[in-house]
């Protein structure tokens, strides 16, 4: 039997261009920002980094441009010690870019240019066998073709990995394979549109919850911003809430991103899914304290620092 310990990302890979606001454009408005740097981003890449170093054993499945963007992102990954030779380099295309926006208060705007990121397909996925016999966990997001995803959760659950989908960009009529995972963790704002619901404002959290659990995930982890978690699975119908860390906010780029391959990391080590939700939330509000994205992912042990520091 294979040695099952890889977290297997399966995702994007972009270029951040960042740009910091008094506040977000109206409408026409031209705004005089203030510093401007890139960074290495894109969902994917930003999960392998993060749980690369909350230490697991790291591999990618993606796709980078046969541009200057594409050397220096795979470069930072491998220096991230995330194992890359399932990274493909497409001729033609552009790297993923992403053009983002932070205001005063930390809150960011997004716009993503997918270039090389669209054109990663199931072949890609049901190639790497070997990558899938390795993995405990395989995480998913949404910057992908929805095919590729489907394939990547069929190929997963062949190999009996545990699959965790963060559902970002959530679409609107998501098709029901996608729901069928191990743990599905959107925000609230992303619960709406996966559901086509009301503002939650006028709904509970735990009705929420229970709406995706009955398309079909097993466990639903409800991320809840400064509020922290709602944990629901649908072998017990229990909800758990899981309280959030509480630090200073400077950007929230990649706060998601740490929350999810923090959980996987702790699930792929065989932890009950509300104490890999503890370590997501502590990862994710360690993210909020920097700059940028996978610069600001956390270490394992400034992640136990601040969960001694707050104890829950």
Do not use: W
Request: proline share 5%; aromatic share 4%.
């Amino acid at each position: 039997m294979a040695d099952k310990t890889t977290v297997l990302v399966i995702g994007s890979i972009n270029m951040d261009l960042v740009v910091r606001s008094p506040h977000m454009p109206s409408p026409g408005e031209t705004v005089l920002g203030q510093e401007f740097f890139t960074s290495p981003g894109g969902k994917g890449a930003n999960q392998a980094v993060a749980a690369a170093r909350l230490g697991a054993k790291v591999k990618m499945i993606a796709r980078v441009g046969e541009d200057a963007f594409g050397q220096m992102l795979r470069g930072n990954l491998e220096k991230e010690n995330i194992d890359c030779s399932c990274i493909r380099v497409t001729e033609g295309a552009a790297s993923g870019v992403a053009m983002i926006v932070i205001d005063s208060r930390g809150e960011n705007s997004i716009v993503v240019a997918s270039g090389a990121n669209f054109r990663v397909t199931p072949d890609d996925v049901f190639s790497e066998e070997d990558a899938f016999a390795a993995a405990a966990v395989v995480v998913l997001q949404l910057e992908l073709p929805l095919p590729t995803v489907r394939a990547a959760i069929e190929q997963a659950r062949r190999h009996e990995c545990k699959i965790v989908l963060d559902p970002a960009p959530a679409p609107r009529a998501m098709p029901v394979e996608l729901f069928r995972v191990d743990v599905i963790s959107p925000n609230v704002s992303e619960a709406e549109i996966l559901l086509d619901a009301k503002p939650t404002a006028e709904r509970v959290d735990k009705q929420v919850a229970a709406d995706l659990l009955n398309r079909g995930a097993k466990a639903v982890v409800l991320k809840l911003g400064r509020r922290g978690a709602l944990v629901a699975a649908a072998a017990d119908g229990q909800f758990h809430r899981v309280g959030p860390y509480r630090v200073p906010v400077v950007d929230t780029t990649g706060a998601g991103d740490a929350f999810t391959a923090a959980m996987a990391v702790a699930i792929a080590r065989g932890e009950k899914l509300c104490d890999a939700v503890k370590f997501g939330n502590a990862a994710g509000a360690l993210a909020c304290t920097k700059i940028g994205a996978q610069q600001a992912m956390p270490t394992r042990d400034e992640v136990m620092l601040l969960m001694a520091d707050q104890p829950l």
